[in-house]
């Protein structure tokens, strides 16, 4: 008997979500607009219960969100989980500049 090891499939932090590139495409073409999964899926190689998957870790995370349109349901951004990509951002571009300055300003006390 095989003794296969346990998965985590869904992650819940937008970081880990994006990480997978197939993900982070389908994030990429709802950025542009509001798109169904049969449309995401004719613009990938993937199948449309994978593209299924991939929305739900994505909704998962917050990333998206969808609404029912007659028997399709149109995914599109979740403006409070990219806020929270952004504020992440500019947490690690401050923290990045600041230790930048810290060294600028020490090279020119040691010169």
């Given amino acids: 008997m095989y003794s296969l090891p346990f998965v985590v499939t869904y992650q819940t932090d937008p970081w880990t979500a994006l990480g997978d ?7 990429e073409r709802i950025a542009d607009r509001p798109r169904a999964v049969v449309e995401i899926a004719r613009e990938l190689p ?3 219960p994978a593209v299924s998957q991939h ?3 994505l909704k998962d995370a917050g990333l998206v969100t969808d609404h029912a349109a007659g028997t399709r349901r149109i995914y599109s951004l979740n403006p409070a989980g990219v806020a929270t990509l952004r504020a992440d951002l500019d947490r690690f571009w401050g923290r990045a500049l600041a230790a930048y300055k810290q060294v600028v300003e020490q090279t020119k006390e040691e010169s």
């Fill in 21 to 27: 590139p197939t993900r982070r495409a389908i994030f």
């Fill in 46 to 48: 993937v199948s449309r």
């Fill in 55 to 57: 929305l739900k870790v």
